[in-house]
Every structure is written in C-alpha cells, then in structure tokens.
C-alpha cells in the first residue's frame, strides 16, 4: 500500500469504527430508557391483540384523567395519591412525592412517569400536566375517541378564587411548542 | 384599517422576494449587470415591507385592537405595555412574521455589505435569500395570517397572554434564537450560490464565514437565554430538559458549531469543500426541521385539531424543496469540486474532522431521540417516550473524545506535526488536570463523584491545553504581552470560545453531581436546615398585581453559624383571565451556587409544599455560554474581514473617481 492509500485507509476505518460506537451506544441507551405509554385500561386489560400488560417492575408512563375526589394526601408528608381513568371502568392508583405541576387539577389529563409496584398501582417520579388546560396526553386523546370530554375550566375549582370572565373560552393559545408542567 | 395596511404589506414583500428570486438569476444567465444590480433594491424593498407589516401589529397590540385576532387571543387590557410588545411573538403567527423580519433583516444586512462581494456571486446570494422567503411569505399569508379580524363579534377584551411568557427572558429570547436560526439560512445562500457558480475555494469561505459566525453567536445567546428562562420560570430547577422544542434548537446549533470550524479548514487550507457545503445545507435544513416540529402541531399531536394541519403540510413539503433542491445541486456540481492538499493523520486537518465526527453523530443522535417516538407513532407502533437519561449518556460519552480533540487542535500545526515536539506540553497539561480535576471536588464537597470528576478533568485539560497553546505562540518573542495581544481577533476568538466550553463542562459536572434537592412541608415559622444553610419561613402575604393576584411567601436564610445570607420570596401567581397559575421561583445566587425556593401547593393546615434546591456552579453553564458567544464576536470581527472590505470602498471610490473623470473628460 501506498503511504497515501494507507492514510485514507486508517482515516476511513477510523471513522467507520467511530460509527460502529456509536450506533452500538445509541442502542444500548436506546433499549434502556424507551418507555412505553399506557393508559389504565391497557394497564388492566393489556395492550393491543395479544393483551400485552406492564410487568410489575417496568419503568413506565401512564396518561390519563385524574378521576374527581380521588387525590388524598397521607398525614403529615407529602406524598399524594390519586387514580386515573381513560374510557373506565380500570383506574390506576399513582402514589407521588412531591410537589405536583401547577395545572394539576381533578379531572385534567395528565402523564406519571414511574414504576409500575403492583399491577394497579405506579410509584411516580414525575407527574406532568401540559399549559394548555384542554390537554390531554396524546395516547389518551385516541383512546378517548367519541367520548365526551368535559374541559377542565367547567369543573368547580374552589381552591383558587372562582373568575368566570372568559372561563369558557376554548385555548386555543399554542405557545410555540410542548413545554410541560412538572 | 392598519391591521389591512400590515396585510398589504406583507403581500408586498412577497411579491420583492418573488421578483428577488427570479431577476438577478436570469441577468446572471443573460450577464445582464443592470439584472444583477436590482437584486440589492429588491432586498431592500423586501426589508421595508416586512418591516412595515411588523409595525402594524405592535400597532395592533399596543392600541389594543381586538378586532384582530392574533391581538384578541394574546393580550388585554391589563397586561402591563412592555408585555403588550412582546406579546407580538407570543404565539404561532406574530413569532412567525418575527421571524420573517429577521429574514429580511439579514438580507438586507447582506445586501448592505455585498459590495465586497463580486456582483454575480452577490446577485446569486441575495436571488437565493428572495427564494428561501418565497417560501416563508406564502406559509404566512396562506396559513398564518396575523392579521385576521374577529368582524363582527369584536371582543370587549383579550383573552391575555400566556402567564410564562409574561416575563423578560422572554422579550429577548425568540428574538435572539430567530436571528439564529434564519442566519444560517446565509450561510446556506452563500453555500447553494458557490454550488450554482461552480466555484467552491477558499475565497467563498472567507465570505461566508463571518456570516456563519454571527448565526452561531445569536443562536448560543438564544439557546443560553432559553434555558436561563426554564430554569427560573418553570419552578423545576432544571436547565435543560432534553424537550423536542429544545432539541429542535439545538440540532442546528450542533451542526452550525461543526459547519464553523469545517469553514475555518475551507478558508486555510483550501480543503473539506464539498463537506462544508454539505453542513452548511445541514444547518438550515435543520433549522427548517425545527421549525416543522415546533409549528405543525406533530409534536403534541392533541394540537393537530386546533392547529391548521395545512401548516404541516406546508412546512414539510417546503423543507423537502430545500433539501432535494440543494441535494441535487450538490450532487451536480460537489462532483467537479476537488481538493488537491495533503495532509497528515497528526495534523490540525484531521483533529477538526474529528471534531465534526462527534458533532455530527451528536446532531444525529439528539434527532433520533426526538423523531423516533414521532415515526413510532405515525407507524402505529405504539407510544414511546424517550427521556433525559438517553441523551444524558449519549453527551456523557461523545463529550470524552470532543474535549481532547478539542485540547489537541489548537495545539497542533496544519499538515504535519511532530507529537514529540508537544509532547511535554500535553503531558503537563494532562497531569495537572487530572491533579486538579480530582482535588478540586475533593476540597468543594468532601465526596468526589467519578462524573463529576470526569467532567473537571476534561475541562480542565481544555484549559490547561489552550494555556499551553498561547504559551507555545509567543515563546520567540521577547516581549511576551504584546505579542499575546498581536495574535489577532480571530485567534482570541478560539481562545475564548474553546474556555467557554471548558467554564460551561465545569458548570455542568457539578451541578449534575452536587445539586441537591429537598421536598419539605413548611408554614409561617418553620425552619429547615440543609448543607450549612438554615431556611425559616417567615410569613405568607397576598398582593394583587396588574393581571394576577400572589401569595408571595418571604424565606430568610442564614448560615448555621448564623450570618445572614439574604431573603428569597417565592411566589404563586393566579393569572385572572387565563386562569392560571403560575409559580415565580425565588433565587440568592452568587458566583458558586444558587439557592432557588419554589412554592408547591398549599396544604390543608396552611402549611405549604416547599421545595428547595442548592444548585452549585448553575451560572458557569450560562456564563461559559455567554463566553463563547464572546468569542465568535471577536472572531467575526478579524481584521481579515474588516480590512478586505475596506481595502474594496477604496478601490470602489477610486473606481467611481475614475468613471466621474471619464465623464467629465467625455464632456
């Protein structure tokens, strides 16, 4: 081999090999922080046609509405739990700690983040609620075709001072992009 | 009535950028000069229009004219008038008509100064800006007006601004990001110019190259204003959320960053032609990527009903215009191109291949955690999530080679370099780091994390390396300052932006590593005592504000020792007429940590939800931003690039002189 075509022959393999790390990581990261989405009903009944259900230890996200009355808060700490439903009658139970985002509300859509601890039941590491109060977490909004969704603004939400001026207006407001609330 | 005249407008700048986009090609076809020649007015004419078109709206905004849609939707007559202003980029189409103003801006800055610039190469630049806003100004006046009315149910009053935008990161963050992303939309002009000439040498990329600089500068300062802006008005204590609309500003960052220092081997060494020209594609057509994902509702897909699916369609089929259009130019003419210098496999050539390796793998990988949970989804294969830990692993590993690549280049000369004649050096500089990298966590915090001290050393090795190299320029001189100082802008720049990355790789592996983070139930009188620093909750009061009522809750912290450190109020803000609430964290920051409160929720004893965060070495990752940013202004600003243009008003005053005493000589 000429000197030349050895300098293009280490550069090429070098590069290739680089690739072959790289794409090798991405997988390796790739096949250890995909997380499936599910909604309560998938958790309970299974997903798709063979009815696949969440193992018990497997880092998920679950998006549903957080049934009204359900948030309850245990003594004196922080930790909150709740349930979620999508089309009924399956509902997961979340246990959190910590501080919920400021759009979480009952009823509103919202995505946890966390470890399914029993077949019914996620130990949240995150709760998210997009700025947009007729958000619904988008696996949701398809399992919920042809259900009548109530928006958020017509619940009764006595914890902060009541305002009806324009309460019935639909958002529309799409800030240019997907930020949520945690 | 203004609201048409801003609609007429706009009409009218696209008509300037149609006719910019056809003249001057068919005078350079023809080598008609007075053709060529009109593509500097057209421009202009486009920047006026457009300029005019944006006035209208802040008109719209600032007199409150609900009749407008756009206004309707996103102001009221409560928001204080500095909000009213940025409220014009507050939503999808003011941002958008923003964004085409920086459009023209930059064209006409590049007509301004195309007089350094052949008259053919210039008409050919400037015909390509006048394309790329043919495509912008019919997305806006097709999909996005701004200027619809709500005739005849006219509103009593808006419905007010998104509460997180009602904040002043706010008033100068798109701004800034947009200057990022549509400057790359020049460097990629310059680029398809160069390809429909034929010409691709060194000349071209000295043109293009402070361009490209100044694109890269505006969109750091954006992305660093952004993430400024997350992390205080978010209340989540992050500074970066690996979310697809930063990632969609960040893809073009990583390719813009590889396509600046691929220009800087096309302008010295005369090679990596075609590569360049390729990455300058990259860069705007990621921009344009960015813009898809952000604007056509895909990535929340509930949006898709709200917002028009024309808009995606319209971007999508755009940006795959721009990409076949230039990819098959590229495969035309990068044919012909040839690159005929040599060099070593220890050379400065090689070094910076590598560095665009990993900046391109990295462009790669940040797409592939953004689009594949899209494409998961459009294949009906289920949702997916892909979350920080991905991209945090990814970083973590491509930052390793990055950073000494990074420590070698600068170091090593073009074409050959001895590795025995820097051998001391690097090893110098490698001990040290590795010395410091372990003490300095060491004497900080008592435990030394290996991540943190991974990213200290690589820093560090950064630092002592570029120490090094300013060491090894002014060795032969006898007068060592002076001679620091003669080095020029363009070698400051380097200097600069490369301590940048090292100040930002600091701020990054210790707030990762020692941040610390505490929930905690706290009323009126509480305290509660972590890292040396005692919180007491002093007292909760409520206040009304312009558009918002606040529980603001006041927080003194001291030292366990007792001295005073400072008070910090932290707020929970309900925004009355889009009912929301919205958190306003408090910060006492210094240069080494941040202290930052955000309120939770209130409890049912009156106490509250309180979380604290100690965030060591927070701002170095902003201040390392703001530092390279710095340093892509002094390079921009190299005399090599001023000089040319004044030798070139010379020589057109001479020039002009000659012509008046030929006419005078005729008469």
Redesign the interface.
Known sequence: MNP?RK?RF??TSG?IG??AI?TA??LY??S??????YTPTEIING??AEQVRPEVGQRI?VGGLVVPGSVR?EG???TVSFNLIDTGPAEVIVDY????P??FREGQGIVA?GILIAPNRLQASEVLA??D???????L?EALKGVEHVPP?QWDDSQ??S?D???D?K???????????? | MIGELGHFALALAFAFSALLAIIPLVGVARGHGGQMALARPLTYGMFVFTLISFIALVWGFLANDFSIAYVANNSNTALPAIYRFTAVWGSHEGSFLLWMLVQASWAAALALFSNRLPLVFAARVLAVMGMIGVGFYLFMLLTSNPFERTIPLIPVDGRDLNPLLQDPGMIIHPPLLYMGYVGFSVAFAFAIAALLGGRLDSAWARWSRPWTIAAWVFLTLGIMVGSWWAYYELGWGGWWFWDPVENASFMPWLAGTALMHSLAVTEKRGTFKSWTVLLAIAAFSLSLLGTFLVRSGVLVSVHAFAADPTRGMFLLSFLGVVIAGSLLLYAIRAAKVQSHSRYDLFSREVLLLGNNVVLVTATVVVMIGTLLPLFFQQLGLGNISIGEPFFDEMFFWMTIPFALILGLGPLTRWRRQDFSEIRNSLALAFVLAVALGFALPWIFADVVHGLAAIGLILALWVVFTTVAELRMRVASREQKWPALVKLGRSHWGMVLGHLGFAVMVIGIAMVQNYEIERTVRMGPGDTFEQSGYVFTFDEMYEWEGPNFISDTATFSVTRTDGSRVGIIKSEKRFYVVTRQIQTQTGLQVNAFRDLYIALGEELDDGSWAVRIHIKPFVRWIWAGSILMAIGGIFSMTDKRYRLRRRLKAERKREHDAEIANEKEARV
Do not use: C, T, W
């Not at chain 1, 109060?133 to 696996?139: L, Q």
């Open positions: 030349r300098k280490i550069m590069i680089g690739v790289a990581l991405v990261a790739l250890q922080n995909i997380d499936l989405f997903k798709g996200r808060r004196s700490g922080l700690e910590g501080i919920l400021d759009l983040q997009r700025h109060e007729e958000y619904m977490p988008p696996g909004a603004s902060y001072r305002n001026n324009g309460a207006d958002s529309e407001n799409e800030s240019g992009g997907g930020y949520y609330d945690r």
